[in-house]
Structures are given as C-alpha cells and as structure tokens.
C-alpha cells in the first residue's frame, strides 16, 4: 500500500492563480481530510468528506473548495491564490472506527506551497 | 471553542535524558491522539488514549491521559537523535462532525549527540 498520497510536494503560486492539490489513498479509508499548518500554529482542518460524494467544512474553509467524486480521490482547490495560503497542507484519512468512537488518521507527505 | 496547549513549545536535551511533553486542554478530554512529525513529512500517529488514567507505551515512548486534570503526558525514556521532531496532540472535538480533530500547536524536541 502507497498509504497517502500528495501532489505536488512543492509549489509556488502567483496572487490570483488557481491550482489543485491532489490527494489519493489506497486504503478503502471512509473519511478523508486536507489540514494546513502554519508555523508554530498547529493543523487547523480546512474540508472533510466522510465518504464520497459528501464534504463539509472545516475551521478554516474560505478560499478552497474540494470535491469528492471516489473514495480514493479528495482534492483540495485553490481559487484566486492570496499570500495568506502560503502554508503547508495536509491531507489525510481514516477507516470507520472497530469497536471504539476514535479515528486514527493517516497522514500523508504534505504539499509545501507559497503564494507570492 | 476547544483548545490544546502543548508545553513545553521547544525542548533541546542530551542524548540519553529523559523528558516530557505536556498537552493541556481547555475542556473535557475523550480521546487523545499523539503524533510525531519530521521536517518535511506528515504526522506518524504514535499513540491514542481513550479513557482517564489510560497509559500506554511504545518502544521508549510513554503516554498517559489525566481526565480530571483534561491533560495528557508524553514521556520519553533515554533520548536518542532519533527522536527528534514535532510531537502534536490532537483531541476529538466534543459534538463535532466525525472524526475531526483539533491539534496543538506542537512541541519542537531536539536531541543533541
């Protein structure tokens, strides 16, 4: 198993671009999510989909949009790019929880982006 | 809102020391999750707790859950380089949507040789 997968690793966006991040896992994972984190501030979760075809908001959803269309793919648009999403984002996902009411999530590498 | 504090943000110690990580929350804690992350990487899930007093071990990696105090502990016996990194707690949000969590800021642990 790949596990999580993300592209690209590395990015640069002008202000006003748009760009999708790809995020893919091989697991048969239910629910997926795309986090970004700003230094020293932690992940704050942007979308989560919790099967396909559904995805809901985060804490910090303005200026992205995601879609769910299989359970492998959750990719995270970028529309009109401004500086404030330089950060690094993450994608990752979870099985149905087995016998508990926790979610173990799989990370994966992350996509470095900085919009200038 | 919830919130996790994690203390101390930094930590810089000899190979071979001992050391802990402290993750504090502003409300009631069921379930805490620790991650460990290198630069460049994502988050490698270490540990979840579940319920007050719960403590488990991995390799030299302790973690236990205090309810009453809404806090959890990562302790880590005789350091080595490889331990190096971020550690992150994360925490189920309370009436939240399934499965999202909310993290610290996170604790910056170097090991010196």
């Known amino acids: 198993n790949a596990g999580v997968t993300q592209t690209p690793k590395f990015r640069i966006l002008k202000i006003g671009q748009s760009m999708t991040l790809q995020c893919a896992q091989d697991m048969n994972h239910n629910y997926m999510y795309w986090y970004r984190q700003d230094p020293g501030m932690g992940l704050k979760l942007i979308y989560y989909s919790v099967g396909a075809g559904i995805t809901d908001k985060g804490e910090v959803p303005n200026g992205y949009n995601v879609s769910r269309s299989t359970t492998e793919d959750f990719p995270l648009r970028l529309e009109l790019a401004a500086p404030s999403q330089t950060s690094v984002y993450f994608c990752?996902?979870?099985?149905?929880?087995?016998?508990?009411?926790?979610?173990?999530?799989?990370f994966g590498p992350g996509t470095r982006l900085t919009v200038t | 809102s919830q919130e996790l504090e994690q203390s101390p943000q930094s930590l810089i110690v000899q190979e071979g020391k001992n050391l802990t990580i402290n993750c504090t929350s502003s409300k009631t804690l069921y379930g805490l999750y620790w991650y460990k992350q290198k630069y460049g990487e994502g988050l490698i899930f270490l540990m979840m707790l579940q319920k007050g007093g719960e403590e488990k071990s991995h390799e030299k990696i302790t973690a236990k859950l205090d309810e009453k105090k809404q806090q959890s502990s990562l302790h880590i016996t005789a350091s080595q380089p490889s331990h190096a990194g971020i550690y992150l707690c994360?925490?189920?949000?309370?009436?939240?949507?399934?499965?999202?969590?909310?993290f610290g800021k996170g604790t910056k642990l170097s090991v010196k040789p």
């Open positions: 990752a996902s979870s099985p149905l929880p087995q016998g508990t009411p926790f979610y173990e999530q799989y």
């Open positions: 994360g925490a189920d949000i309370p009436g939240g949507s399934q499965g999202n969590l909310i």
